[in-house]
C-alpha cells in the first residue's frame, strides 16, 4: 500500500479487528462510493447500493491484497454491486413483460392447462421452453442457464413444441401434414 493513501493506517487497522478504524474508513470514502452508486443506477437506491458495497468489502477485506489502491479496489466492489442491480431490474422487467397484462389475462382454466401441459414436458424441454419462449430468454442465456450449448436448447424448444401442439389436439401438425 502506498504511504501516500491516506487510507492505509485505517485500512491496516480495520484488518486488525479495530472496528473504529473501520467506521473512519468507511466515512473517508463513503461519500464517493454514495456517488458511484448515485450515478450508476439512481439516487434513490444508493443508499442501499452503498451498504451492500461495503457490506461486500468488509467481508473481502482480508483477500484485498494491494495490487492496487483501496479506493479503486473499493469502487470496484460499487461498480460490480450497481452492475448486480441493473442485471436484476433487467430480468424484473423481462419477467414482467412475459406476465399477462391486465385485459388480457387467460381465464383459469386456460392457465391450468397451460400448467398441465408444461407438466407433460421432460424437464430438461420444459426448461428450455418456458426460459425461451415464456421469459424471453435469449438461447444464448438458456443454454447457460441449462448448462448445455445452443443447439440442444434448440433442438429441445423445437420438441418441446411439438409436445404442447399434440397435447393441444394437433391443429398445427395436422394443417402441415404428420411428423
Avoid at 136 to 160: M, N
Amino acid at each position: 500500500m502506498s504511504r501516500r493513501d491516506p487510507t492505509s493506517r485505517l485500512l491496516e487497522k480495520a484488518r486488525r479487528g479495530d472496528a473504529q478504524a473501520l467506521a473512519e474508513l468507511v466515512a473517508a470514502t463513503q461519500v464517493e462510493v454514495w456517488r458511484l452508486c448515485a450515478h450508476l443506477v439512481d439516487r434513490q437506491s444508493a443508499d442501499d447500493l452503498t451498504q451492500e458495497t461495503y457490506l461486500r468489502a468488509v467481508r473481502a477485506l482480508d483477500s484485498f491484497r494491494a495490487d492496487a489502491p483501496f479506493r479503486s479496489w473499493l469502487l470496484t466492489i460499487a461498480r460490480r454491486t450497481c452492475a448486480a442491480e441493473i442485471d436484476a431490474r433487467q430480468q424484473r422487467r423481462r419477467l414482467l413483460k412475459a406476465l399477462p397484462r391486465p385485459g388480457a389475462v387467460p381465464d383459469h382454466a386456460r392457465r391450468v392447462g397451460l400448467e398441465l401441459l408444461l407438466e407433460a414436458l421432460n424437464p430438461e424441454q420444459r426448461a428450455a421452453f418456458v426460459l425461451t419462449q415464456l421469459l424471453g430468454c435469449s438461447y444464448l442465456e438458456a443454454a447457460a442457464v441449462c448448462e448445455c450449448p445452443v443447439g440442444t436448447v434448440r433442438s429441445r424448444v423445437a420438441r418441446a413444441r411439438e409436445a404442447l401442439v399434440l397435447a393441444a389436439g394437433g391443429e398445427r401438425l395436422e394443417a402441415s401434414g404428420p411428423a
